[in-house]
């Protein structure tokens, strides 16, 4: 596609239980981020692959939150045993490289925890 | 540790004039970058301008700029002759140019437009 898809746009899931969620970046880039936006704040930044090297985990609040991307392709972050502050919704973003290249944003999934 | 501030929450601008949008920030690094981003109700994130630290010119993309202070470590934004398509949630972000490719975001400046 022609730019960032996230998938589900929203999702509704009881507490405890466990989430996922995908992004489909831009064909090429080999940059991904994920990013967690709770209602009326910024962007508060969850993990970053780059190529092939060893991603950068330490925005990830607690070890429920794990994520996952093989190659350049497709990323999933997985969410487990949800508890309702994880309420929010969770933007992907790809570049080109994470050198220069500017982000490029999804729509997010909005994530509600009942 | 790096921090970026936006301390207005929220600012209103009539149709056709002119708001700036503050933004500073706090870093030991001496090059990086800083960008703006915009989110309409849409949610989707649009790049507005990036700035490159090193660079003394203001960047500036048609009715926007910016006022690049690095010494006061200041960034704003301006936006002239506002439309209503400009209405939306604006974010300043920081970057480093080595060591990490982690963003810093600000936590926004809504951005209503008066008709």
């Known amino acids: 596609g022609a730019g960032v898809s996230q998938s589900p746009s929203n999702k509704v899931t009881e507490k405890g239980k466990d989430v996922e969620l995908r992004c489909d970046p831009i064909s090429g880039h080999t940059a991904l981020y994920w990013y967690r936006q709770r209602l009326g704040q910024g962007l508060e930044f969850l993990i970053y692959f780059q190529g092939n090297s060893a991603p950068d985990k330490s925005g990830l609040p607690s070890d429920r939150f794990s994520a996952e991307r093989t190659g350049e392709s497709v990323s999933t972050l997985t969410i487990q045993r949800t508890q309702q502050e994880d309420s929010a919704v969770y933007l992907c973003a790809s570049s080109v490289d994470g050198l220069v290249g500017p982000q490029h944003f999804g729509d997010g999934t909005r994530l509600s925890i009942l | 540790a790096q921090t970026v501030t936006q301390s207005q929450p929220e600012m209103s601008v009539q149709e056709a004039e002119t708001v700036t949008l503050s933004c500073t920030y706090d870093t030991s690094e001496s090059d990086y970058y800083l960008f703006w981003y915009k989110q309409p109700p849409s949610r989707q994130m649009i790049l507005v301008i990036r700035?490159?630290?090193?660079?003394?010119q203001n960047a500036t993309e048609n009715r926007f700029s910016v006022n690049f202070q690095k010494a006061a470590k200041s960034f704003s934004l301006k936006i002239s002759d506002s439309q209503l398509g400009d209405a939306a949630m604006y974010f300043c972000?920081?970057?480093?140019?080595?060591?990490?490719?982690?963003?810093?975001f600000g936590t926004g400046t809504r951005l209503k437009v008066l008709a």
């Open positions: 972000a920081y970057r480093p140019t080595s060591g990490t490719y982690k963003y810093i």
């Open positions: 700035q490159e630290a090193y660079k003394q």
